[in-house]
């Protein structure tokens, strides 16, 4: 088990009881919940900052077959690709 620490957190009464509903009826654990939600919520956030970080980092020059057909027609046809080689 990696390294834990106990902190202390102060939540709006509203959220902790409809939390405790929600986690009672599913039988699921308090910390583990609160846990796992932070954590995803610290991976969007992360997320979302590298993707403005690179935002603009390619040209039109770069990817030229983007300009033609667009980014998502370019990643289908890929997809597409992708495919017909694997049957």
Avoid at 23 to 35: D, T
Avoid at 43 to 70: I, N, S, Y
């Amino acid at each position: 088990m990696p390294e834990t620490k106990m902190i202390h957190i102060r939540f709006p009464a509203t959220v902790i009881d409809k939390m405790t509903v929600y986690l009672k009826e599913r039988g699921l654990n308090r910390n583990s919940f609160i846990v796992e939600a932070v954590t995803e919520k610290l991976r969007r956030e992360m997320q979302v900052k590298a993707f403005r970080e690179t935002r603009g980092a390619l040209t039109h020059e770069d990817a030229p077959e983007w300009t033609k057909t667009g980014g998502t027609k370019w990643v289908q046809g890929l997809r597409g690709k992708d495919k017909e080689t694997s049957l």
